[in-house]
C-alpha cells in the first residue's frame, strides 16, 4: 500500500533516495562557486593592496581608503542622483536598440533576400568604434538626452541583430514546417515557434548589450554632460584625484553585478525553467 502511494506521486523510494544526493552534491557545488567567486574578489584585493605598497597613493591608493570614498559617495546622496541620470540612457537606448534588432534579427533569419540587403550595414555599423558614434552623436543632435541614448543605441544595435539573426538560423527547422502544415499564422510562428526558441540568445544579447551601452554611455558623459557617472569620473580626472575615478567606477560595477545576478539572473532562471538542464563536460 506504502509502495503504491508513493508511485502515484510519481517517485518510488529508490528514486527517492537516488535524488537527495544530487540535491545535496548541487548544494555543495553552488557553495563552491560561492566560495571561489568571493575568493577571486579578495584576490584581486590583494594584487590591489600589494600594488599600494609600491606606488604613492595619488597613483594607487589603498583599497580601504577608495571603499571609504564610496561609502562617502553613497551617503552623500549624489550616487542616486548620478546612477540615475546614467541608469536612464543606459535602458532608454538599450530599449530603442532591442525594438529594431528584434525585428531585424528574425527577418534577417528568415529571409535570404533581407539578409543579403541587410547584411553589409549590420557588419559595417559592428566594426564601427563606439567612441566614433559617441562623437557622431553629439555633432548632430548637441550635448543632448537625445544624443546619449541614439550613441547607444546605435552602437549596440548592430550586435544585438547579428546575435538574434544567427540564433534564428539556428532554430529547429522542423517546427517550422510543423507550423506550416498546421497552417499557423505569420505571427503566431514568430510568436509560438521561434521567439521561444531565442529566448537564450535574447539573453546573451542583452548582457553584451548591456555592457557595452555602460561603457559608451560613460564617453558621451564625458565629452560634456553635466550629471552622470561618466561626468563625475571626469570630475576627479581634473583634480588628478584617483581615489574619486575608482570609487566612482566601483559604485558602477556594483550596479552591474547587481543588475546581471540579481535581475538578468533571475529573469534567465524565470523564462528557461520549462527547458531541462543541460551540464557541459568540465573537470
Known amino acids: 500500500m506504502k509502495q503504491e502511494s508513493l508511485s502515484i506521486s510519481g517517485k518510488t523510494e529508490s528514486e527517492a533516495e537516488d535524488l537527495a544526493p544530487a540535491r545535496g552534491g548541487r548544494g ?8 571561489l567567486r568571493v575568493g577571486s574578489i579578495f584576490a584581486m584585493l590583494l594584487s590591489w593592496w ?7 597613493p595619488t597613483l594607487v591608493p589603498k583599497p580601504w581608503a577608495t571603499l571609504e570614498e564610496v561609502g562617502a559617495i553613497i551617503a552623500s546622496g549624489t550616487f542616486f542622483s548620478e546612477m540615475g541620470s546614467t541608469l536612464r540612457r543606459v535602458f532608454v537606448g538599450f530599449a530603442i536598440a532591442m525594438a529594431g534588432s528584434v525585428p531585424l534579427g528574425i527577418l534577417m533569419g528568415t529571409s535570404r533576400s533581407l539578409e543579403s540587403f541587410f547584411e553589409p550595414p549590420v557588419i559595417l555599423g559592428l ?6 558614434w559617441a562623437v557622431l552623436m553629439i555633432m548632430f543632435f548637441g550635448l543632448t538626452e537625445t544624443s546619449a541614448y541614439a550613441a547607444v543605441a546605435v552602437t549596440i544595435l548592430p550586435m544585438l541583430t547579428i546575435s538574434l539573426w544567427q540564433g534564428t538560423k539556428a532554430i529547429d527547422k522542423d517546427l517550422i514546417d510543423m507550423s506550416k502544415a498546421f497552417h499557423a499564422s505569420a505571427w503566431s510562428k514568430v ?7 531565442l529566448v537564450a540568445h535574447i539573453l546573451a544579447a542583452v548582457r553584451y548589450g548591456l555592457g557595452l551601452a555602460w561603457k559608451v554611455v560613460v564617453v558621451v558623459e564625458m565629452f560634456g554632460f ?5 561626468y563625475q569620473v571626469v570630475r576627479g580626472f581634473n583634480v588628478f584625484s584617483m581615489k574619486t575615478v575608482l570609487a566612482w567606477a566601483i559604485t558602477f560595477l556594483i550596479v552591474m553585478i547587481v543588475i546581471e545576478f540579481g535581475i538578468i539572473g533571475w529573469l534567465e532562471r524565470l523564462v528557461t525553467r520549462w527547458r531541462p538542464r543541460v551540464e557541459a563536460w568540465r573537470r
Do not use: K, Y
Not at 600589494?50 to 604613492?56: C, D, G, I, N
Not at 566594426?127 to 566614433?132: A, H, K, Q, S, V
Open 28 to 35: 555543495r557545488e553552488a557553495a563552491r562557486d560561492v566560495a
Open 50 to 56: 600589494v600594488l599600494s605598497l609600491f606606488f604613492p
Open 127 to 132: 566594426t564601427m568604434p563606439g567612441l566614433i
Open 191 to 197: 510568436a509560438d515557434v521561434i521567439l521561444p526558441q
Open 226 to 230: 553635466s550629471n552622470g557617472v561618466g
